[in-house]
């Protein structure tokens, strides 16, 4: 009888531990899983067609759509509040003029974000706490934008709970990393971005693989026969994840956004077979039908 009950007790703390995953717990284990065929889509400042870009709005559209991993950026303003803007200044994107560093963050909320066509919309710029308190549990967001103030990003983080579902991004050397960041560089979900051109290339990928194994490393090549090649190999052998851009032209050899809404196996398709399992793109719903096309966007 006590076996029994031994088993009982055990099964209902086993079903209470699956219900209590979330949706974004189940995307990092994929992430995580280097045998896993997913392919992740990561949202441009969101869906900036159908919302503000950077917006809560963009976040639920995401959210919405089934995106795994929105793209947005991160600035500090006059008084130190973590607030979503991707220029210095507030002129494209509000319907304010100036740098956003000159204002406190009670002097942006009398500005509107501005939609397509610039046209004015009813929402404000949102706080960094609070977009991440709407993502909570439900995607992963890239935060971009916040080298600078890597510390502070993180104790919104850890006061959120979303620590684990935050990928923050960077360019220096993991003794850059660990000189200024050694208390949290351990924390966080690091993807270091490494690009064809620079120097030590070889170098400071392996100084990555071996001391932290991150998460993925974000590539960016100009051409088909680029030497970053040689470095995606590497990297998915040890298990770490690729992420690419589509965005543009210069960062995927060319197989860009606009020219696979035509032609997605010779261009999305095409970075996918040349070692990509995370996409950014500016064109998150044609590239997610793509995907499950593909049989490579489905959760088990």
Known sequence: MKKILVTMVL?????????????????????QDSKSKYVFVAAHRGDWRNAPENSIRALKKCIEMGVDIM????????DSVLVLMHDTSIDRTTTGKGKLSDY?????????????????????????????????????????????YMDKVVEVLKKTGTLRQALIKGEDSYAEVYTKYASLINDVLYIPIIREEQTNLN????????????????????????????QIKKIKQRGTGIWVNTLWGEMCAGHEDERAID???????????????????DRPTELLEYLKRKRLHTLN
């Open 263 to 281: 032609s997605p196996d010779t261009n999305w398709g095409w970075v996918i077979e040349n070692g990509a399992t995370m996409i950014q793109t």
């Open 104 to 148: 406190t963050y009670d002097e942006l909320q009398k500005f509107y974000l501005t939609g397509g066509l610039s046209r004015k919309t009813y929402e404000r710029i949102p706080t960094f706490e609070e977009f991440m308190l709407t993502a909570k549990g439900k995607i992963l967001i890239n935060v971009d934008k916040s080298w600078k």
């Open 71 to 78: 793209e947005t950026d991160v600035r500090l303003t006059k």
């Open 203 to 230: 170098t400071f990928v392996d100084d990555y693989l071996n001391k932290t194994h991150p998460i993925a490393f974000e590539v960016l090549y100009s051409f088909e026969k680029s030497p970053m090649f040689e």
């Open 11 to 31: 099964l209902i703390l086993f079903f209470e531990t699956i219900q209590a995953q979330t949706h974004a717990d189940k995307l990092i284990s994929v992430l």
